[in-house]
């Protein structure tokens, strides 16, 4: 599993090389470790639009609304006849993770939802097929009589996005279609807030349930993106208890993270949720990326950064710290690291749209190289504590924001390919180096 850091030559551990002192049996068992996810599949339609389409079709601007087939069919054929239409791709906030987690670890995930069982060639569900990387593992989608979901994703020229949700059969996930035999070797388990807004009757949100019961049951962390700040404000208290009831790691960005706790500061935010969560991910758009968490007071480690000012003095202190799950900790103490946008951001963002999901996809490669290390190795030292990530919390940010880049210069919401094994400028060496 290739894998960046501060390591020389190659960006992997090499679980293969082993002293060759040691006697190894003939035939080695080499474990498994994948990410299952579950989502809404739907296609992800591009548009570039004027606030005045926004006010006549009753879309709230930066939010999300779930919209009839008919003011979708409308809509569409505006955007295709006034040609606003950028590109239409596989979307849904798992399923981007899930693609970009298989193309950074080059393993695979399995991915739970619903599919069109007629596939015909330019609809939907074929768009969904082909945008997807061959490593997620789709034999488990239920079928379904009918069309997956369409995500306009509509920007004004601002910048600002605008979704409009047409829902289609992407609810129908049965209970009955969660096979428990996925999560027996999961790394994690990863679902959204959208997961459980449905309509009443609609049977995706018992199907998310039954998920992570079987996860939990298994000592597999879920974890949880908010998706947007509008779903948090309709109910945020019930999203508190659920962290609390459910979810080990939380990503959000700050507007979802203010709904969340009612707190503007993104740092005091992530302090409020480490109260409900293991692990916390924030991103903060051009004041760069947080990552909070929980660690023994007797391993915490020191930066050897500059300490950083903010709501909390000096929060970055224990930034090479490696993250364990509160309950796991003797005595447990708050650590947080930050890292401002790699190399500033791009000269031009092309669109933000999945920028989140690829900084989560890379904690996710961190998260799985752990327990797959640990399966190969257990006697290693990395693993004294049932700790939750490979890398330290410093470590993890940068290959966040680094990924995260990646997706904000293209036009897709997917990465393409993998991060290169070496960076191009000598300047990029030493960012991993540190």
Not at 110 to 122: A, D, H, K, W, Y
Not at 312 to 329: G, H, K, L, M, V
Request: proline share 6%; with cysteine; net charge neutral.
């Amino acid at each position: 599993m290739r894998f960046p850091g501060r390591r020389k030559h190659k960006h992997y551990f090499p679980v293969s090389a082993r002293d060759p002192l040691v006697p190894r049996p003939v035939s080695v068992h080499v474990a498994r470790a994948h990410v299952v996810g579950i989502d809404q599949t739907l296609v992800d339609i591009d548009a570039r639009v004027s606030e005045e389409l926004l006010a006549r079709y009753e879309l709230p601007k930066a939010g999300s609304t779930v919209i009839d087939d008919a003011r979708a069919l409308r809509l569409y054929d505006e955007l295709r006849s006034e040609k606003l239409i950028q590109s239409e791709f596989a979307g849904g906030t798992i399923g981007n993770t899930l693609h970009n987690y298989s193309l950074l670890a080059d393993d695979a995930s399995i991915q739970l939802g619903v599919m069109s069982e007629t596939i015909r060639l330019g609809t939907s569900g074929y768009r969904y097929l082909s945008n997807t990387s061959s490593r997620v593992n789709l034999d488990y989608l239920q079928p379904v009589n009918g069309p997956i979901g369409r995500c306009f994703v509509l920007v004004t020229p601002d910048g600002e996005r605008t979704f409009a949700i047409s829902a289609g059969e992407m609810n129908k996930l049965e209970p009955t279609s969660i096979p428990e035999r996925v999560f027996d070797a999961a790394s994690c388990l990863v679902i959204s807030s959208y997961l459980m807004r449905c309509r009443e009757g609609e049977p995706m949100p018992a199907a998310t349930l039954r998920a992570v019961e079987y996860a939990k049951a298994r000592g597999v962390p879920v974890v949880l993106t908010l998706g947007t700040r509008f779903v948090i404000a309709e109910r945020p208290q019930f999203w508190r208890d659920f962290i609390e009831a459910h979810v080990d790691v939380v990503a959000m960005n700050e507007e979802e993270a203010a709904v969340l706790t009612g707190v503007e500061d993104p740092l005091l935010a992530c302090e409020r949720t480490l109260d409900w969560a293991d692990l916390v991910m924030l991103t903060a758009g051009a004041h760069g990326l947080y990552l909070a968490g929980h660690t023994d007071d007797a391993l915490k480690r020191e930066t050897r950064y500059p300490l950083l000012p903010g709501a909390i003095a000096e929060f970055n202190r224990y930034e090479f710290s490696r993250p364990i799950a509160r309950t796991d900790c003797t005595k447990p103490v708050k650590v947080y690291a930050h890292i401002a946008p790699y190399h500033g951001g791009p000269e031009r963002i092309a669109s933000t749209n999945g920028a989140g999901d690829a900084a989560l996809a890379a904690l996710l490669h961190d998260m799985s190289a752990n327990r797959h290390h640990r399966a190969q190795v257990p006697n290693s030292s990395k693993h004294a504590r049932p700790f939750l990530t490979y890398s330290s919390m410093s470590q993890i940010c940068r290959y966040a924001n680094r990924v995260a880049y990646e997706v904000l210069a293209q036009a897709a919401p997917r990465l393409s390919r993998g991060l290169p094994e070496r960076e191009e400028g000598l300047e990029d060496e030493k960012y991993w180096a540190q």
